[in-house]
Every structure is written in C-alpha cells, then in structure tokens.
C-alpha cells in the first residue's frame, strides 16, 4: 500500500490564486481530513470527511473547499489564496469514520502564497 | 482549540540517555496518542493509550497516563540519533459528538550522537 500520498510536495502561489492540494489514500480508509500546521501553532483541522459524500468543518474551514465523490480522494481547494494561507498541509485519515482513532498522515504540501 | 500541552518544548540528549516528554490535558478523554514527527514529513502514529489504562510500552518507548492528573507522559529509552524529531500528544476529548484529535504543539527531541 501507498498509503496517503499528497501532490504537489511544494507549491509557491501569488495573491488571488486558487489551487487544489490533492490527497488520496489507498487503505479503504473511512475518515479523512486535512490539516494545517503553523509555526507554535501545532496541527489545526480545515475540513474533514466520514465518508464519500459526506463533508463538514473544522477548526478553521474559511477559504477551503472540500469534496469527497470517492473513499479514496479528498481533494482540498483554496479559492483566492492569501498570504495567511502560507503554511504545511497534511491530509490524514484512519479506518473508521471516526477522527479520534489512529490517524494515518501523508507528507504533507509544503505552501508559499507571495 | 489545542487541548494537549507538551512539556517540556524542546529537549537536548545524548545518544543512549532516556528522554521524557510530557503532556498536559484539560477535559476528561476517551484516549491519548502521541505522534512522531521527522523533520519535512508527516506525523507517524506511536502509540495510544485509553483512560482506563495507566501505561502502555511499545519497543523503546513507554507511555503513562495519569486521569487524576490529566497527564501523560512518553518515555524513549536509549535514545538513537534517529529519535531526533517533534513528538505531539494528541487527545479524543469526552466531548458529545467530539469527532476530531487535539494535538498539542510539539517537543522537540534532538539526540546527539
């Protein structure tokens, strides 16, 4: 298995970009999310999903976008990038639908917004 | 909001010493894990523990929890170079409905050779 794997690695965005981080994972994994981590600010959740279908917010949602039309995708699209958006991605997921089990974390996309 | 606090932020060893990482909690939980960071990769699970167990070993490493407290603790004995990393506490919060981690902010651990 390849488990959660993310593209592109790195990425340098001007100001009112969008663009779409893209995470899959291959582990028939029901719960998947994504995550942004800052500088002495730990992880913090954007979005997650318990299933294809089904999305809802984290802690801090506004300025992404999420879908889930498959188990294995879930793709995270930022609308019009901005300098506060510069930070590390990681998507994760764990078997069942739940957010609180054993978390399975890719190696992340690495966001620069000039 | 971040729950686990780590404690202390960064830490400095030798190789072949033990290294103790602490994690700090304000709400009763369900469990808590702690994840392993390399430097430029994702976190990588260790271990978890649930509120009703008070210690738990995998390999090198050790992890107590205390409920009355509302702390934990990861123990690596006979440190590696390659245990040099950010370590992050991670708590499930017996919150209703509660469907999400709440990771602390990190220790960092560098083991010199």
């Known amino acids: ?91 994760a997921s764990s078997y069942y639908g739940r957010g609180t089990d054993t978390q399975y974390f890719g190696p992340g996309t690495r966001l620069t917004v000039l | 909001s971040q729950q686990g606090e780590e404690d202390p932020q960064a830490l400095s060893i030798q190789e072949g010493e033990n290294a103790t990482m602490n994690c700090s909690y304000k709400t009763s939980i369900n469990n808590l894990q702690w994840y392993r960071q390399n430097s430029g990769r994702g976190l990588v699970h260790l271990i978890l523990i649930r509120s009703n167990e008070r210690e738990k070993h995998s390999g090198r490493l050790r992890v107590t929890l205390d409920t009355s407290k509302k702390s934990s603790s990861l123990l690596i004995t006979a440190s590696r170079a390659a245990d040099t990393a950010s370590y992050f506490c991670a708590t499930d919060p017996q919150i209703y409905g509660n469907n999400r981690l709440a990771f602390g902010k990190g220790n960092q651990v560098v083991v010199i050779p």
């Open chain 1, 1 to 91: 298995n390849a488990g959660v794997t993310q593209t592109p690695k790195f990425q340098v965005l001007k100001t009112g970009q969008s663009m779409t981080l893209q995470c899959a994972q291959d582990m028939n994994h029901e719960y998947m999310s994504w995550y942004r981590q800052d500088p002495g600010m730990g992880l913090r959740l954007i979005h997650y999903s318990v299933g294809a279908g089904i999305t809802d917010q984290g802690e801090v949602p506004n300025g992404y976008n999420v879908s889930r039309s498959t188990t294995e995708d879930f793709p995270l699209r930022l609308l019009s990038a901005a300098p506060s958006q510069t930070s590390v991605y990681f998507c």
